[in-house]
Structure formats: C-alpha cells, structure tokens
T-cell receptor, first 113, second 109 residues
Framework: DARVTQTPRHKVTEMGQEVTMRCQPILGHNTVFWYRQTMMQGLELLAYFRNRAPLDDSGMPKDRFSAEMPDATLATLKIQPSEPRDSAVYFC???????????FGNGTRLTVT | DAKTTQPNSMESNEEEPVHLPCNHS???????IHWYRQLPSQGPEYVIH???SNVNNRMASLAIAEDRKSSTLILHRATLRDAAVYYC??????????FGAGTRLTVKP
C-alpha cells in the first residue's frame, strides 16, 4: 500500500533551535495538509497545499512557522526558533484531489526542552 | 466554517453494532460529510464519506438524514480494534478539513 512518509519520527531539541519536519506525500496526490496534535488542543490544521501552492496557512504562527513544497514529492514544515509550546505530534496528510479522502502519515513527535 | 457536534464518548460491547451520531445543523449544500478515526498512537484514518445518500463500504455505513443536518456512522459489529476516537468533519468548497474533539469509542469484551 502507498503511504505518506514522515521524517523524523521523533525529534528532541532545545528551545531556540530550528526544526525541520519532512513529508513525502503519496505519488500523484496533489493536496497536502499539515496538522498538529496536542492533548489540550486536539488536531489543529496548520496549512494545506494544492498542486504545491499554499491555499491556507492561517493556522500557523507566522513569525516562527513556515511550510513549503519544494517539489511534488516533498513537503516541509519548519519552526525557527522552536519553543517548548511547540511540543506536539505533527501529522502530514495527502489526497488525490479535492474532496478525496486524506491519507495520514504516522507523525513526527516533537519535544522542545 | 460549518461545525459538527459529537458526544464526547460512547461505549459498546464487542460484536454488537455501534451507532455514532453527528449533528451538523449549519451544513451547506456543497459540504461533504467525512468520517475519520484515530487509533492510539497512530495518525487519523479515513473511514467513509458522503454527500446526500447513505453510503456503505467494508469498514462502515454512513446514514445521512434527509435534511442533512445530522448523520450516523454505523459499525455493524464492533471489535476491540475499533476502539478509537471517531471524527465527523464537514468538507466544503474551500477543501479544508478541520477536526473537532470527536467521540472516543470504548469497546468492551
């Protein structure tokens, strides 16, 4: 089965450091979503792309977060500088087209100390 | 954005049917109703979706009210592996997908 691949699976870093999370969407999928999950806030939509173009990134703290798709096979989410409140599980998901089901990766568990 | 309302938690006995309700009274005509579930320590998993008609697949059935203001996800025979958080989501023209708190389903042996 085709899968969404996220790397790294776990990341522990110190406050102030840059963090880059990567996502390889399923080949041929043209929509990519980034979510963050914490116990307190649940699953929050951070940003999503269609055909590599950002459609909405209103869920991201603009001063420190950035999301890009350098090419169709790679999506990145960067945090610079990282803060302890960024500790969460970050999920990437991809879909074939608008309205089609999303396939989620296994997430990146980020801990900022 | 149209919102959904689900019970916080539900319990079921193994091998019995489960009906998970969702209210979405402000749904618009172009909103699709999607259901996902999240098993412990995993990412969300697609279950089923529909627009107006009831839908069936190998995982579940989706019953949509005639006025579309509510829907019910039906698991025909719950197993212990179905214990998860189930999310009901409306997906509209803007393509975004925002998760609510969902319903935590506990399945008792």
């Amino acid at each position: 089965d085709a899968r969404v691949t996220q790397t790294p699976r776990h990341k522990v870093t110190e406050m102030g450091q840059e963090v880059t999370m990567r996502c390889q969407p399923i080949l041929g999928h043209n929509t990519v979503f980034w979510y963050r999950q914490t116990m307190m806030q649940g699953l929050e939509l951070l940003a999503y792309f269609r055909n590599r173009a950002p459609l909405d990134d209103s869920g991201m703290p603009k001063d420190r977060f950035s999301a890009e798709m350098p090419d169709a096979t790679l999506a990145t989410l960067k945090i610079q500088p990282s803060e302890p409140r960024d500790s969460a599980v970050y999920f990437c998901a991809s879909g074939l087209h608008v309205y089609s089901p999303l396939h989620f990766g296994n997430g990146t568990r980020l801990t900022v100390t | 954005d149209a919102k959904t309302t689900q019970p916080n938690s539900m319990e079921s006995n193994e091998e019995e049917p489960v009906h998970l309700p969702c209210n979405h009274s402000t749904i618009s005509g172009t909103d699709y109703i999607h259901w996902y579930r999240q098993l412990p320590s995993q990412g969300p998993e697609y279950v089923i979706h529909g627009l107006t008609s009831n839908v069936n697949n190998r995982m579940a059935s989706l019953a949509i009210a005639e006025d579309r203001k509510s829907s019910t996800l039906i698991l025909h025979r719950a197993t212990l592996r179905d214990a998860a958080v189930y999310y009901c989501i409306l997906r509209g023209n803007n393509n975004d997908m925002r998760f609510g708190a969902g319903t935590r389903l506990t399945v008792k042996p």
